[in-house]
């Protein structure tokens, strides 16, 4: 059956207004304009969100990072410090079905827009709470960062080379990971809102995100498994599942099943033995011998280069793949095939975004630009029953703030 591909996406009509700054909240609200929503990034004078200011690199003064999670937006700036801001941004919430922050909870409380004061004006309204560490417990007063949950939440422990000390995973895994959650949340809270007229607080923490990650290895240690350490690019329950170096380059090789393992000493050649032996013929024998089998396997892989063995193990249905560097991943032709980057407009290609990761058949890829600071200010203004004059005054003092137009550039 053929789909015929809309452009405006499931979430058309939806209002969300992300009021989050940095990186997991900002991912959120742009997977949701992804799928189609009306995302209004509500932002402080002067500096915005605090992403904007990430760098290097820039490009033209515009950060890369702050690129990355924030397209198909629109930005309204707001001092709501001011009694007249305050007022713009209930209005605005008022209208809203959606409403992401990552603020502390005090300065919420003291300028009205917690939980449960929004949701006793808009019930309708789904509000999500991001934090460090959750709105309960002892510590949800804490901020926290990417580096801290990977910390707490036993990642790092696990992370790293046999023997060093332990790693933080490097890429804002935490950040990425907990705005996937959030709009998961989201969107199952909307299908209700849709269906009852029902709002909901969502709690979603990069802590919690990072336990979640941490699932097998903490399920397998309750188990009464031993404490696990850093252990390089191996599994803790899978062998033989790990990088190996070929004659001219890094591989890994994951071995999955029982019917693999044999597979894969086939191909490989010279692992007959291996193959024929009974105490390895499942995955528990083979964790046991695991320093025996893969002083063999590194010895066999060793004598040819990458691109042969890789070959020769899809062949074989063996999953295995290069270690690539980032300057092969963005020429990778199934990266390219899957449009996966998508060059910043305007940004002559040196800005890119990555493609969120799920795919609608029935959605065309939204790409728009990433808002500059204020840019739609005014527009959004009018967008909630402010009349022009009206608008002008909320602009001339200072309570609400538009981008200004580079030199003969109108926005």
């Given at each position: ?72 937006k629109q930005s309204l700036v707001l001092d709501v410090r001011t009694e007249a801001g305050r007022e713009v941004l209930l209005r605005l919430l008022d209208s809203a079905d959606v409403f992401l922050q990552n603020m502390n909870p005090a300065k919420l409380t003291r300028l009205g827009i917690d939980g449960e004061t929004l949701l006793q004006r808009n ?153 024929a032996d009974s105490e390895l013929v499942d995955n528990a024998g083979r964790r046991r011998h695991r320093k025996r089998i893969t002083e063999r396997v590194a010895a066999r892989l060793v004598t040819r280069p990458a691109t042969e063995w890789l070959k020769l193990l899809a062949e074989a249905d063996v999953p295995a793949s290069p270690v690539q560097s ?86």
């Amino acid at each position: 059956m053929t789909t015929n591909v809309q452009d405006h996406g499931p979430l058309h009509g939806l209002k969300v207004v992300d009021m989050t700054t940095s990186y997991a909240g900002p991912t959120a609200a742009m997977y949701l304009a992804d799928l189609g929503a009306t995302v209004i990034k509500v932002e402080r004078p002067g500096h915005g969100d605090d992403a904007r200011s990430w760098g290097p690199p820039f490009v033209d003064g515009d950060s890369a990072w702050f690129a990355s999670a924030n397209r198909n937006k629109q930005s309204l700036v707001l001092d709501v410090r001011t009694e007249a801001g305050r007022e713009v941004l209930l209005r605005l919430l008022d209208s809203a079905d959606v409403f992401l922050q990552n603020m502390n909870p005090a300065k919420l409380t003291r300028l009205g827009i917690d939980g449960e004061t929004l949701l006793q004006r808009n019930p309708r309204l789904v509000y999500c709470a991001m934090s460090g560490f959750g709105l309960t417990g002892p510590d949800s007063s804490l901020p926290g960062y990417d580096l801290a949950a990977q910390a707490r939440s036993g990642l790092m422990s696990v992370t790293g080379e046999a023997g060093r000390s332990p790693q933080r995973v490097s890429t804002a895994l935490s950040d990425i990971v907990t705005g996937m959650c959030a709009a998961l949340a989201i969107n199952a809270a909307v299908v209700r809102q849709l269906r009852t007229g029902r709002g909901d607080i969502i709690d979603v923490s990069l802590l919690d995100s990072d336990l979640a990650l941490m699932a097998p290895r903490i399920a397998a240690f309750h188990a009464g498994e031993p404490e696990p350490a850093p252990s390089g690019g191996t599994d803790s329950v899978l062998a033989v599942y790990q990088p190996f170096a070929t004659s001219d380059r890094s591989i890994v090789v994951a071995i999955g099943n029982d019917a693999m393992w044999q597979r894969f000493c086939s191909v490989v050649g010279d692992l007959e033995d291996l193959a024929a032996d009974s105490e390895l013929v499942d995955n528990a024998g083979r964790r046991r011998h695991r320093k025996r089998i893969t002083e063999r396997v590194a010895a066999r892989l060793v004598t040819r280069p990458a691109t042969e063995w890789l070959k020769l193990l899809a062949e074989a249905d063996v999953p295995a793949s290069p270690v690539q560097s980032l300057s092969e991943v963005v020429e990778d032709s199934q990266v390219i095939a899957r449009g996966a980057l998508m060059p910043v407009p305007g940004s002559g290609g040196e800005l890119v975004t990555v493609h969120s990761p799920f795919r609608l058949a029935s959605v065309a890829p939204r790409n728009e630009r990433f808002p500059d600071l204020g840019e739609h200010t005014r527009e959004i203004l009018l967008d909630l029953g402010y009349g022009p004059d009206e608008a002008d005054d909320l602009l001339a003092g200072g309570a609400a703030v538009q981008a200004m137009a580079p030199e003969g550039v109108a926005l």
